[in-house]
């Protein structure tokens, strides 16, 4: 009986320090974002935050005319040797464009004096428009443009970025920018 006491509150104590963490990241994907995933379409990893692209179903009576998925992003920490853990913020973002979409999702992590740790800025999207061959991103105030990812998935493409604050064109094949509409 001494036994089963030990064990289980070795156990509670595991739960307790280790906090709400899931072994690999695909189980705390489908455990703690608070929509159902459709599809992960990317995973990246910027200043040791995993940043996960996914699509889903728009939710709510005011958007139930929406069909297609809609996007979103979550940002989680950790590894399968330690476990992981979403660290928020979660949400999935629309806007009808007959171009490109552009959304934009902060993870700003501080300290408990309030000392900005992390600050990591997505910009991601959906691209409707043919003739987009390049999606680029620049950090706020500059123009020193980089591609975005660019991710193609059922006949649908998307991109992601990340940088200060992005800004975002589109490029055609001839290298003019297309603008959003």
Same mark, same amino acid.
């Given at each position: 009986?001494r036994?089963?006491?030990?064990?289980?509150?070795?156990?509670?104590?595991?739960?307790?320090?280790?906090?709400?963490?899931y072994p690999?990241?695909?189980?705390a994907?489908?455990?703690?974002?608070?929509f159902?995933?459709?599809e992960v379409?990317y995973?990246?990893k910027?200043?040791?935050i995993?940043?996960?692209? &996914?699509?889903?179903?728009? =939710?709510?009576?005011?958007?139930?005319h929406i /069909?297609d998925? +809609? $996007?979103?992003?979550?940002?989680?920490e950790?590894?399968?040797?330690?476990g992981?853990?979403?660290d928020g913020?979660?949400?999935?973002?629309?806007a009808?464009?007959?171009t &490109?979409?552009?959304?934009? =999702?902060?993870?700003?992590?501080?300290?408990? /004096?309030?000392? +900005? $740790?992390?600050?990591?800025?997505v910009?991601?999207g959906e691209?409707?428009?043919?003739?987009?061959?390049?999606i680029?991103i620049?950090?706020?105030?500059?123009?020193?443009?980089?591609?975005?990812k660019?991710?193609e998935?059922?006949?649908?493409?998307?991109?992601?970025?990340?940088g200060?604050r992005?800004?975002v064109?589109?490029l055609?094949?001839?290298?003019e920018v297309?603008?959003?509409?």
């Open positions: 009986m036994k089963c006491k030990v064990l289980f509150i070795a156990i509670v104590l595991m739960f307790i320090l280790t906090g709400c963490k690999t990241l695909e189980k994907i489908a455990e703690t974002i608070p159902k995933v459709k379409l995973k990246t910027s200043d040791g995993t940043i996960v692209l &996914y699509t889903t179903k728009a =939710e709510g009576k005011e958007v139930d /069909k998925p +809609v $996007l979103g992003v979550s940002f989680f950790g590894n399968d040797e330690k992981w853990k979403n913020p979660n949400g999935w973002e629309h009808e464009s007959e &490109y979409s552009i959304y934009n =999702e902060n993870y700003t992590k501080y300290d408990d /004096k309030g000392n +900005v $740790l992390k600050d990591i800025y910009v991601f691209i409707n428009n043919e003739t987009i061959i390049t680029e620049a950090n706020q105030e500059t123009e020193d443009y980089k591609k975005a660019m991710i998935k059922d006949g649908k493409r998307y991109y992601v970025g990340i200060f992005p800004q064109r589109a055609n094949g001839n290298g297309i603008p959003q509409q």
